[in-house]
């Protein structure tokens, strides 16, 4: 059953250390779990934002490899995740002091960087294709395959959803529909949402993406009109909300 949101809880960033304080064992363990969720969504959209700026190589139909291998997008990822966070992913385990990443999402976070590498090696035959243009290899299908990769093997669940998605499997949960309907009148792209559900067992977090110029192409005007990814443009605008990347966190872990 999920809960309907009357009062979401908007956060702005920074609620680093907090489980490193003396909180009481209930609380430190929604802090953990909210700088985890915080951090994932943020991973994931560096990925995206990776394979958007490597777009152009991408989809060169003159050259054949490419040389956007798994490791030259790790490098890369984990150089926009830094710039996003401060955090960097090659020390990680070696900075046990470091209180700023809570061990839970020092655990995940290479899972993701993992299922993100194998998304971008099983796309190698695509991308590598000389002759063809534009591959449906583009941020949200990088996006909707890595967050499932990680999903499948672990507590974690991690999704990009809408409220209309293009991509079925991207549909909004009950919760996720209530949360994106509150956003869309409320654009500040600072901001996400964190809620305890299922009576405290539960935590969700959503934080919402908002279409730029460069999204404007697919999913911009003229309405209805086919775009290059075959699917009929949302009439989107610049700040408009996209969508969100939405994570759930069991907290009564087995
Ligand atoms: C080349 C066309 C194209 C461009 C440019 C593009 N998108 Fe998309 N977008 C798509 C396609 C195709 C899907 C469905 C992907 C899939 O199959 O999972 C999608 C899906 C999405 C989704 C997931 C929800 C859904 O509809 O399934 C979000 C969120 C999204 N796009 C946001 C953006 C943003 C933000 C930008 C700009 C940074 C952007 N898109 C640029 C084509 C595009």
């Known amino acids: 059953m999920v809960r309907r949101l009357w009062f979401p809880i908007i956060l702005l960033g920074l609620t680093l250390g907090v489980w490193s304080a003396q909180a009481s064992p209930p609380e430190r363990l929604r802090a953990e779990a909210e700088e985890t969720a915080r951090l994932l969504a943020k991973l994931l959209q560096a990925g995206r934002l990776v394979i958007e700026q490597n777009q152009p190589l991408i989809d060169d139909p003159h050259k054949g490899e490419k040389g956007f291998t798994p490791d030259v997008f790790d490098q890369q990822l984990r150089e926009?995740?830094?710039?996003?966070?401060?955090?960097?992913?090659?020390?990680?385990?070696?900075?046990?002091?470091?209180?700023?990443?809570?061990?839970?999402a020092r655990e995940l976070l290479p899972a993701l960087i993992e299922a993100s590498r194998e998304v971008v090696r099983d796309a190698q035959v695509v991308i590598n294709q000389r002759g063809i243009g534009y591959k449906n290899f583009i941020p949200a299908t990088y996006g909707s395959q890595a967050a499932a990769r990680f999903s499948k093997r672990s507590h974690v669940r991690l999704k990009q959803t809408a409220l209309t998605p293009r991509n079925p499997k991207n549909e909004p949960d009950e919760y996720e529909s209530s949360v994106l309907r509150w956003l869309a009148d409320r654009p500040n792209s600072e901001a996400y949402v964190s809620e305890l559900t299922e009576s405290g067992r539960t935590l969700r977090v959503i934080m919402p993406i908002y279409y730029m110029r460069e999204c404007l192409a697919c999913h911009g005007e003229p309405k209805g009109e086919w775009d290059i990814s075959g699917y009929p443009r949302e009439g989107a605008h610049e700040g408009d909300l996209a969508g969100a990347i939405s994570v759930r966190i069991p907290l009564d872990r087995p």
């Not at 830094?82 to 900075?95: G, H």
């Open 80 to 104: 926009e995740f830094r710039k996003k966070t401060d955090i960097d992913l090659n020390t990680l385990s070696a900075k046990q002091t470091d209180f700023a990443v809570p061990p839970l």
